[in-house]
């Protein structure tokens, strides 16, 4: 499974650079202080009184990190003052490293150009889900709020919690604590759905099942993907793999192959959704060919679509039919001869197919050299053809990802081959120079 990939920066700070963390005892008295006002049927009748006690408790989360002002660790040891850290040590998180500054209620993450990252609440001001305790604040500010003058405020208090759990979900997830990123995630999207803001987040409740998933917590994560789907979103199909995993994990494999089939037929170029179904297939003994019969319907329906046939060229590609595979990312290219990946499907089924053969020869016995020599001859072939497929990619495609890519793949080939000429020579210090330069 991939791992979350954030689209905004782990760390939003807005606070002041006046901010200063108070005692937990001033904390716990202007919370008793906000809520003691309550108890005055008079004073519980007016907005006010439960927007105080949402921000009460809202600055009681943000206290252990209210002198953490700006992302530069040299800047941000003279903000903090006397606030000093204890110790630090060099961590490595979802692969890249990280320095982690540790303080009594708090520790900073810091990335290798001394930025802050991550900010992990170690000793909160408030013993409890503080954000939990606002949002119940503001839903009464909102109640008793009837002529709707303070809406707005309620809204942008909503949004900020909101915004809080989702900082903190990420945070776990990249401590390692996917379980707890999955509640944080589903914090997040009831704190939009809370009235008045009243928004559906579906990103945070599909991140939810996604951090589920990965914490095995299978049957849970059905019920993120289940409510994502009503919704109306696919993630591009990827819901329909990921329902696939909490259910086959759950040994329902019927299910679990019902959700792989509805979902090829809507996204047959998901990768993902490709994959499991071929695998399940072929675990099942059921027959993959299948899946030509499937694709078959999507080209019925879309017969100018040349990415089917790359999809088609991919699967008899997975199936060692390689000389099907071949006439249909040629099929794709004769559809549309402006789309590339049909040149790239079938360069990197040569590739591939080379790589098998050199496997081939690798696990014979030294009495078979004859047939040694015969796979040498067959993978050189191989990579040749890989050659004209992979050249017209590279001149076509405008995506810069594809492009380094297949120069990647080139640069391999010509290098083997940089011997037999010195076009092939050149041809090599070509795609070498593209990838130093792409660098």
Do not use: H
Request: contains cysteine.
């Amino acid at each position: 499974m991939k791992r979350l990939i954030l689209a905004v920066s782990l760390v939003a700070i807005a606070m002041t650079a006046s901010a200063q963390i108070k005692s937990a005892a001033d904390i716990q008295k202007a919370i008793a202080s906000a809520e003691k006002v309550a108890e005055n049927p008079k004073k519980a009748a007016n907005v006010a009184t439960w927007i105080k006690i949402g921000e009460a408790y809202l600055n009681a989360y943000e206290n252990p990190t209210s002198n953490v002002v700006g992302g530069d660790k040299q800047q941000l040891a003279l903000v903090m003052g006397n606030d000093k850290p204890l110790s630090s040590e060099a961590v490595t998180l979802g692969g890249q490293p990280y320095e982690k500054v540790v303080y009594k209620d708090k520790n900073l993450y810091f990335d290798q150009k001394g930025q802050l990252a991550m900010t992990e609440v170690t000793n909160p001001s408030y013993q409890g889900d503080a954000l939990a305790k606002a949002i119940e604040a503001y839903k009464k500010a909102a109640e008793v709020d009837v002529k709707g003058k303070k809406i707005k405020d309620i809204k942008q208090a909503l949004e900020k919690i909101a915004s809080n759990y989702n900082q903190d979900a990420f945070t776990a997830y990249y401590l390692g604590n996917p379980s707890k990123a999955s509640q944080l995630f589903e914090k997040s999207a009831a704190a939009l759905a809370t009235a008045p803001l009243s928004q559906i987040d579906t990103n945070s409740i599909y991140y939810a099942g996604i951090t589920a998933l990965e914490a095995g917590e299978f049957a849970q994560a059905k019920n993120f993907f289940d409510k994502t789907m009503s919704l109306g979103y696919m993630a591009d199909g990827n819901i329909y793999a990921n329902l696939y995993e909490s259910v086959f994990q759950q040994k329902d494999t019927l299910a679990a192959k019902n959700y792989l089939e509805e979902g090829f037929q809507k996204f047959p170029e998901n990768p993902q959704i490709l994959t499991n179904l071929i695998n399940l297939y072929i675990s099942t003994n059921e027959d993959p060919n299948k899946l030509i019969d499937l694709l078959q319907k999507a080209k019925e329906e879309l017969p100018g679509n040349a990415s089917l046939y790359y999809v088609e060229g991919d699967i008899y590609g997975r199936l060692k039919n390689y000389e099907e595979a071949v006439k249909s990312y040629r099929k794709a290219a004769e559809i549309d001869p402006k789309y590339e990946m049909g040149y790239y499907g079938e360069g990197v089924l040569w590739y591939n197919r080379a790589l098998e053969l050199q496997e081939e020869a690798n696990a014979l016995p030294y009495s078979e050299y004859k047939k040694y020599d015969e796979l040498q001859e067959q993978l050189k072939n191989s990579l040749k053809s890989a050659i004209e497929p992979f050249e017209k990619c590279f001149e076509m495609t405008a995506n810069d990802a594809v492009k380094t890519n297949v120069a990647d793949y080139l640069k391999r080939i010509y290098f083997i081959f940089r011997g037999e000429s010195a076009e092939n020579q050149a041809a090599y210090e070509k795609y070498n120079s593209f990838l130093e330069k792409a660098q």
